[in-house]
């Protein structure tokens, strides 16, 4: 049974950073494309980023474009994702997800397409 657990959320003011950390276990972790997801209230689920089974690919959402990165450690089997210069906006519950399949270098932006989610952390930013 393959689970993930993410951590690393709060509250912090505009323009802080915040680090997400996803820890995976019950499959070896370099099998799975991963992927941080995001649902704020009343919204529906949507893609923030997502990074290849290698880490040497990388996506993001256009409006997280150079305020987060993604990665990953394969001997430890965590992804993070580093926020920085957060906004009101990004107040969300953020998830991680894996992806069986595709090669070392793929990636997947959409929601569908994976296989296991975690239970998701609170992001909140105050303006």
């Known amino acids: 049974q393959v689970q993930l657990v993410e951590s690393g959320g709060g509250l912090v003011q505009a323009g802080e950073s915040l680090r997400l950390s996803c820890a995976a276990s019950?499959?070896?972790?370099?099998?799975?494309?991963m992927g941080w997801f995001r649902q704020a209230p009343g919204k529906e689920r949507e893609f923030v980023a997502t990074?290849?089974?290698?880490?040497?690919?990388?996506q993001y959402e256009d409006s997280v474009k150079g305020r987060f990165a993604i990665s990953r450690d394969n001997a430890k089997s965590t992804v993070s994702l580093q926020m920085n210069s957060l906004k009101a906006e990004d107040t969300a519950v953020y998830y991680c997800?894996?992806?069986?399949?595709?090669?070392?270098?793929?990636?997947?932006?959409?929601?569908?397409?994976?296989?296991?989610w975690g239970q998701g952390t609170q992001v909140t930013v105050s303006s």
């Open positions: 997800a894996a992806r069986v399949g595709g090669n070392l270098y793929s990636t997947s932006a959409g929601t569908s397409g994976y296989d296991y």
């Open positions: 019950g499959r070896t972790f370099g099998v799975f494309i």
């Open positions: 990074i290849s089974r290698s880490g040497t690919n990388k």
